[in-house]
């Protein structure tokens, strides 16, 4: 696999990862969480493009941070064991400050960011997974647009293809011209919360449900469910 973190501006293109790592046991929540090994980067204005990512047992991808992207990365075969809290991808933004942080859990290496803008995943496919599809969690600003996502949840009952577990100050961000199909659970979720979120022009067939929208600030339209 592969970890960066506190780094800016970095590119990585054209790389495949097969079987990235595997898990050794199965305890419980925090154990399994702490012997993942995703594909791994921590910081800003990074980009993760044209990379394969098959065969991880959790989470696929984790990107943290602020004004990342992924762009045209294929992810299969990934969250094999069906793990909520494991989704494919994870798109998440930083929202802390800190300076001089220990050693320690990569997740909490944080330092000063220059930029507040969202991260971005963008014409990606992510299919033929166990759990959630992409992973958008907040508060904070955050965008899935243009990417296809398909036969998702295999061994999951409580899963979307693109979700936002907690939706405070998305700054009109959210999901827009994504394909989703034959999800075994919810296409578009935002689960608690919503505030300035915005779903639009998505096209959503063969799932559970179409979308889910709970909150308080909502753009929702032009979406197509059937």
């Known amino acids: 696999s592969m970890a960066f973190s506190r780094t800016r501006y970095l590119t990585v293109e054209d ?21 993942q090994r995703p594909v791994f980067i921590q910081g800003e204005h990074c980009v993760l493009k044209k990379c394969l990512v098959k065969y991880a047992p959790g989470t ?3 990107v943290l941070g602020r ?6 990365c294929f992810v299969t075969e990934g969250s094999r064991h069906g793990r909520h809290g494991d989704p494919n991808v994870s ?25 507040e803008d969202g991260n971005t995943i963008s014409r990606s496919t992510i299919g033929m997974g166990g759990g959630i599809g992409i992973y958008l969690p907040g ?41 989703i199909h034959d ?29 889910k929208a709970n909150g308080y600030e909502f753009q929702l339209y032009h979406n197509t469910v059937f």
């Open 91 to 115: 798109l998440e933004y930083d929202r802390r400050q800190a300076g001089n942080v220990p050693e320690g859990n990569r997740d909490n290496q944080r330092w000063k960011y220059i930029t």
């Open 139 to 179: 508060p904070g600003p955050g965008t899935a647009e243009y990417n296809h996502l398909f036969n998702l949840g295999l061994y999951c009952k409580d899963v979307s293809a693109l979700y936002i577990p907690k939706g405070q100050n998305r700054a009109w961000s959210g999901f827009h011209h994504n394909w």
């Open 67 to 72: 004004s990342n992207r992924i762009d045209n």
């Open 183 to 211: 999800i075994n659970g919810i296409g578009l979720r935002c689960d608690q919360d919503g505030q300035q979120v915005r779903f639009h022009h998505n096209v959503v067939w063969n799932c559970k449900a179409g979308g």
């Open 60 to 62: 696929s991808i984790h």
């Open 15 to 35: 790389c495949q990862f097969i079987y990235p790592y595997e898990l050794l046991t199965m305890r419980d929540n925090q154990q399994a969480k702490n012997d």
